[in-house]
């Protein structure tokens, strides 16, 4: 269980405060409890909206963890650790 | 019990869904998103909440490069602040004004062709309210939001980047030209060597064949003259290069001149047909430095012009000016070449052996010498052996009633006198020696100056060659010294002290005018200059006591070499 690989996409919205904390967020989440077994793509609606598409997202920033399924979505700044934990069944659910 | 099963991963299913759309809520309710993203009928809106934007437009706003939004049409519907600094108009001045009122009205078809097809990237020259041009990039690119279509350019400012290009450019192609002038300079110098070294082995082993003798004397004599004036080039372009050249400029009459000029060419270069036609004219120039111009042109159009060839020689006034040209239907030059015929070691390719020799450095002195005659200087050619045509225009003065080219007499032959030599190089010493005996005169030396010294206080000779550079006392001492014992010899005549140096500076000459001495002259010693100075020195000055500096400098016409100008620093 601990060496599944998770594969996880983040969706931004341009440049702004927000989203730039996000990707600090997620990358130091995943160096602190993925480390070495994570794929992450920071994808940019604005500059890539038809990937949003297939995604179907609502709003940005949205976090999402493609494998190990299921899919789960994650939507904030990602700035609270023990929720994000939670959003990728990485502890159990209460 | 499968569907017990079912019924639980179902209720779980929708639990964690509701979990995630609560969530989602609770993320929007809490302002922790940015944008909401839209199903639209044109695919995915994005809907920023806040200040989504304001972070591209900083970067845009604080980019190097000129932004603008434009219509289909060209008008400016968006610029950023560095698009107004560039076009120097304020900011709100130009939104909503047209594109190309910007452009200049060359680059115009280009612009419009860009905006039309709506990308791609293209040079331009922007005009900016100031008068200013700014050479530019303009990058197109076009978007379409909410079905309007617009043309994104960036304007990106490449003046700099030209001007260091240019730069760059600039001094790679003068370090070239450098390096193969240093290369073409050894092979000068060394042509003229061989052809001395030669000689010398045939006077030592032509014992009774006089006209070999003779003939390898005058080739030693002939080569000599030509590495003299190498290093006579060398040194005035130097001083052209540094503007160190000072004209002594009085009323000359330029058609004897050309005509005095020209006759030393079409005696000397038999292998072509010359045709000279002058008209009198005057012009106010320094009468050493026009002839320099004039044979340099005719040499030039000698060198490149074949055996058999036709060269032009014609003076005449057109305008107030005095018109020279020199035409030859020799080789020509190249459409490449022309513009840059008047560069420093720029030369033209010679198909002969360049027996010639040259040095690249004459048409630059040209240039530079009629530039200081308030003249111009300019060439046509059609092209590879099409032959060329130098025109040199001076402005013309009215005629003086005298001839203005004085002792251009045959070399007077100086009756016997006593002469004393200093000189440390012991080949030199021998062979001025040696001139000064078949001369008749009657010569003593010294090696160095302790000695010069000695002997020009007891030997009382009529005129003292001193090197300046010489071991221990050097010759400026020397003449120092004996001036001050009282500038004579101990039986009461004036000894004439003649400075010998390779400097021929207008400081150099007043450095020698000071030491004492008479007269300067300039290595190697012209053997027309010695004879005449000796003879001018026919009755020595009845003086025990040194003349005041001002009646001992009234010999200046006999002040020699190249340096003329030189003289008038004394004055």
């Known amino acids: ?94 | 019990m499968r569907d017990d099963l079912s019924a639980a991963e179902q209720i779980r299913s929708l639990t964690e869904r509701l979990e995630e759309a609560e969530e989602t809520l609770r993320a929007v309710r809490s302002g922790e998103i940015d944008a909401f993203i839209v199903q639209g009928p044109a695919g995915e809106q994005i809907y920023a909440l806040r200040s989504a934007e304001q972070p591209y437009r900083n970067l845009i706003e604080d980019m190097l490069e000129g932004a603008t939004i434009l219509t289909v049409e060209g008008d400016i519907a968006y610029c950023n602040r560095r698009f107004a600094e560039l076009v120097s108009v304020p900011l709100e001045d130009v939104v909503g004004g047209s594109m190309e009122q910007f452009i200049v009205g060359a680059d115009r078809p280009a612009y419009r062709s860009l905006l039309a097809a709506g990308s791609g990237k293209r040079r331009a020259r922007l005009a900016a309210a100031d008068g200013r041009f700014v050479d530019v990039l303009m990058s197109f690119t076009t978007s379409v939001t909410d079905d309007v279509e617009r043309r994104n350019l960036i304007i990106t400012d490449i003046s700099e980047l030209l001007v260091a290009q240019s730069g760059r450019d600039r001094a790679e192609q003068q370090s070239q030209a450098k390096d193969e002038f240093m290369a073409m300079l050894a092979h000068e110098l060394r042509n003229p060597l061989s052809a001395i070294t030669a000689a010398v082995q045939v006077l030592e082993q032509a014992k009774g064949h006089e006209s070999a003798i003779t003939r390898a004397r005058f080739i030693i004599g002939r080569q000599a003259q030509h590495l003299s004036r190498l290093v006579d080039d060398l040194l005035d372009v130097g001083r052209v290069v540094t503007g160190k050249i000072a004209l002594e400029r009085r009323a000359l009459d330029f058609c004897d001149l050309v005509r005095r000029t020209a006759a030393v060419f079409t005696e000397r270069e038999t292998d072509h047909q010359f045709s000279v036609n002058v008209s009198p004219v005057w012009i106010n120039g320094d009468g050493v430095r026009i002839e320099q111009i004039v044979s340099n042109i005719i040499g030039n159009a000698v060198k490149y012009t074949p055996v058999g060839g036709k060269i032009t020689v014609s003076l005449g006034i057109e305008a107030g000016d005095a018109v020279l040209r020199v035409q030859d239907d020799g080789f020509g030059i190249t459409p490449e070449l022309l513009p840059r015929i008047f560069d420093l070691f720029v030369q033209g390719e010679r198909t002969l052996d360049r027996s010639q020799g040259g040095l690249g450095i004459g048409l630059t002195l040209v240039r530079r010498l009629v530039e200081l005659h308030d003249g111009t200087v300019g060439v046509d050619s059609e092209g590879a052996n099409c032959g060329s045509l130098f025109t040199v225009r001076l402005p013309a003065v009215p005629a003086v009633g005298v001839c203005g080219c004085a002792d251009d007499g045959p070399p007077i032959r100086a009756s016997q006198r006593r002469v004393l030599i200093v000189e440390d190089n012991r080949d030199a010493r021998e062979m001025f020696r040696m001139m000064l005996e078949l001369d008749g005169h009657h010569v003593i030396d010294a090696e160095e100056g302790c000695a010069g010294l000695q002997l020009l206080r007891t030997e009382a000779p009529d005129v003292a060659f001193i090197d300046v550079g010489l071991p221990g006392l050097d010759g400026y001492e020397i003449a120092r010294r004996f001036r001050a014992d009282g500038g004579a010899a101990a039986d009461g005549h004036r000894v004439l002290l003649v400075a010998l140096t390779g400097y021929g500076t207008p400081d150099a000459l007043e450095r020698s005018r000071r030491a004492g001495f008479d007269h300067h002259l300039i290595k190697p010693v012209n053997p027309e200059a010695l004879y005449r100075l000796l003879s001018s020195h026919e009755e020595p000055a009845p003086t025990g006591v040194a003349a005041p500096e001002g009646r001992l400098y009234n010999g200046r016409l006999n002040w020699c070499g190249v340096e003329q100008s030189g003289s008038s620093s004394g004055s």
């Open chain 1, 1 to 94: 269980m601990s060496d599944e690989r998770y594969v996880l996409k983040l969706y931004v919205a341009g440049m702004t405060a927000r989203s730039t904390r996000a990707v600090e967020n997620v990358r130091a989440f995943c160096e602190k409890h993925l480390e070495g077994r994570y794929d992450l793509q920071v994808i940019d609606v604005y500059q890539q909206p038809a990937l949003a598409r297939t995604e179907q997202l609502i709003a940005a920033p949205t976090l999402i963890k493609k494998l190990p399924l299921p899919l789960r979505r994650l939507i904030g700044d990602m700035s609270n650790e023990e929720r994000v934990l939670v959003g990728l069944d990485l502890v159990a659910r209460t």
